[in-house]
């Protein structure tokens, strides 16, 4: 590494607080990957935070050109001094990464900086594939794998996780009076974006959470239909299931009302849950 071990512990420490269900789900991959797999978490988070932390778009396209300049670097081995740039140019060189799946991240976050709701669900997923299965696509590079089944699942995956994390932050958009559930939804079941920044618990406003979640849970159900003929060896890659179907139960429990406070509680038996999952080798 280009840097001393305490601020690789900073690094880990702040990654740890920023994406919890993540760095658990790392710290269970085999140990060749596990280091990898934070960078790519790392990677993730910094460019998730761009959007919530700057206050003029053209400030976010700066970030974002900061993030493709640093690509290039690494693939011409000359990574910029910093932290999370030092690990992912680790993690590129040692398992060969594709450059096309961590630009395409850049790239879908970058158009997400316009700031506004999704016109539609494929809008949403298709989002939701340009980001959370590209990176499931690496993640499952740094397991040595290359295997057309595993990278469908992972396709899935990766949609339910965005739409998931979609419903999870809706009530925090919406404290800063932001909506980014798919229109057509929301319009299907006469809920404004009013509804949502004042909170309402009401029937219609669950029926797009429910629709929403319904779709997530259709992703994960499609892709556990093949999961015979994805290789044992992708299973690790794919412990962010373990994380979806709890909020997705969560958010069933409470009647697909969003701004439910149970939401709000992290599941305290998690980190087991993910352990009995990776020793059972499914997803």
């Known amino acids: 590494s280009l840097w001393g071990t305490d601020l690789y512990m900073l690094f880990i420490s702040s990654l740890r607080s920023r994406d919890y269900d993540g760095f658990v789900s790392s710290l269970l991959l085999p140990e060749e990957a596990r280091r990898s797999s934070l960078a790519l978490r790392a990677f993730n988070v910094e460019l998730a935070q761009v959007k919530d932390s700057v206050s003029q778009k053209t400030i976010g396209l700066m970030r974002m050109q900061f993030w493709k300049t640093a690509i290039d670097e690494m693939y011409r081995d000359e990574p910029p001094n910093q932290p999370v740039t030092a690990e992912l140019w680790r993690a590129v060189r040692k398992h060969y990464l594709t450059k096309r799946w961590l630009l395409k991240v850049i790239t879908e ?79 299907l079941h006469g809920a404004s974006q009013e509804d949502f920044i004042r909170g309402s618990r009401e029937q219609h406003v669950r ?23 994805v290789p044992a060896a992708a299973m690790p890659a794919f412990l962010q299931t373990v994380v979806l179907e709890d909020y997705l139960q969560r958010i069933r429990k409470a009647d697909f009302d969003v701004f439910h406070p149970s939401l709000k509680n992290r599941n305290p038996l998690l980190p087991i849950q993910l352990y009995l999952r990776s020793w059972k080798k499914t997803y």
């Open 109 to 187: 976050r970058e158009k997400d900086l316009d700031d506004r709701a999704y016109r539609n669900l494929q809008e949403l997923e298709g989002y939701a594939e340009n980001t959370q299965s590209s990176l499931m696509y690496l993640l499952l590079e740094c397991l040595g794998l290359k295997n057309v089944h595993a990278d469908h699942a992972a396709s899935h995956i990766g949609k339910a996780q965005g739409i998931v994390t979609c419903l999870r932050a809706t009530p925090y958009h919406s404290s800063r009076r932001k909506v980014y559930l798919p229109m057509d939804i929301c319009m």
């Open 207 to 229: 029926d797009v959470v429910y629709d929403i979640a319904s779709q997530a849970h259709v992703h994960l159900q499609h892709a556990r239909s093949f999961s015979h003929s």
